[in-house]
């Protein structure tokens, strides 16, 4: 059982230290919890200013008996332990039955699909959030999508988020699990679900930048699920691109292979195939980001009719970023002040106002343009 307000699980990864570390900036007391002590003792001490932070270590079985023991007495869950297909349903599960607020960093549809699905109902019957995707590559995005939707009128989104930088390890296998999402990886169009072709990228133009960025559907994005809702879209798509082409060219690569060779393999053999792969990618744990190399472009383009509208977020260390909207989303939940519940984003349980405030508070993000 919990007596501090946040549990963040998976807190030795490179993400899960980076949620610590912002909770420390918010003043929140938190548990650092995840499968083995030992390294979960020698990443806390490896977090900036940790010394100043109110936390405890705790090891937990990846069961959701266990983890809902865990979660007992918090308020909120950041789980960070992905890929999220295999790991996140017990994790949901656990916080369901602990009745805490949940937040992730996940961008696979196939499991934000059975989250919504199997534990939406319980979490809103409990006044309680169950928001995936609270991370770059996601948040600042839909940020950017909604105060495009701030003009009346808009009804189709075109949303490119790019990034320059590597992906860490756990990112790596995350990436090659969402492969597996990919029947079911859409964009709306005319209020309906269209599925995106496999192995394919798409040059896209980037405000300020001269030259076209190969980007990808990335498992078809969250926003296209969160705006299916949302009765002024008719229209969304969602694409994801690194500046390092070469990068680029590998994903459609592998996913071509992964159509090719793997898809009809047994799901367990397929599983261990993906993450072979993914280790040879991205082995180890990358250096802590660095503001003059790792700069990000979110932009989305709105139409309606003859309406337009556009908006530009540029900002920089995506992962940084991360653990920043984990915890502050996780703030602003303490204490039931969230706009929604249920099966939600941070934008909507929080406010994309205040979510892009935060981000400027900690100078990620100047000012926004378009």
Known sequence: MSERPVVVYGASGYTGRLVCEFLRHYGLPFVAAGRDKARLESAMQRVPGIETADYEVAAVEHRSEALAELFDGAQVVCNTVGPFLYYGEAVVEAAARAGVHYLDTTG????????????????EAAGRVLAPCTAYMYTPLEIAARIVLETGGIDTLEATCIATGTPT????????????????AFYLAENRRIVWPAARGYEVAVPGLPM?????PWGGGSLPLYFERDSRVRNCRQLTAFTNRE?????????GVYERELKDLPAGERAEKLAAIAEQMQPGMPPRENALVHRNIDHVAGRGGNITAQCTIHSFNPY????????????????????????????????????????????YVDGISG
């Not at 196939?110 to 319980?122: I, K, L, Q, T």
């Not at 076209?212 to 990808?216: K, N, P, S, V």
């Open 108 to 123: 696979e549809l196939d499991f934000m699909e059975v989250a919504r699905r199997r534990f939406g109902p319980s979490f």
């Open 169 to 184: 390890h756990g990112s790596t296998q995350t990436i090659l699990a969402m492969f597996q999402s990919a029947p079911n």
């Open 212 to 216: 076209t960025q190969l980007a990808h």
């Open 247 to 255: 990068l680029m060219e590998q994903v459609v690569e592998i996913q």
């Open 320 to 363: 940084q970023i991360t653990g920043l909207l984990q915890a502050a989303t996780a703030s602003h939940l303490i204490g039931g002040r969230q706009l929604a519940s249920g099966f939600c984003s941070a934008c909507e349980a929080v406010g994309h106002r205040e979510l892009l405030g935060q981000l400027r508070c900690f100078g």
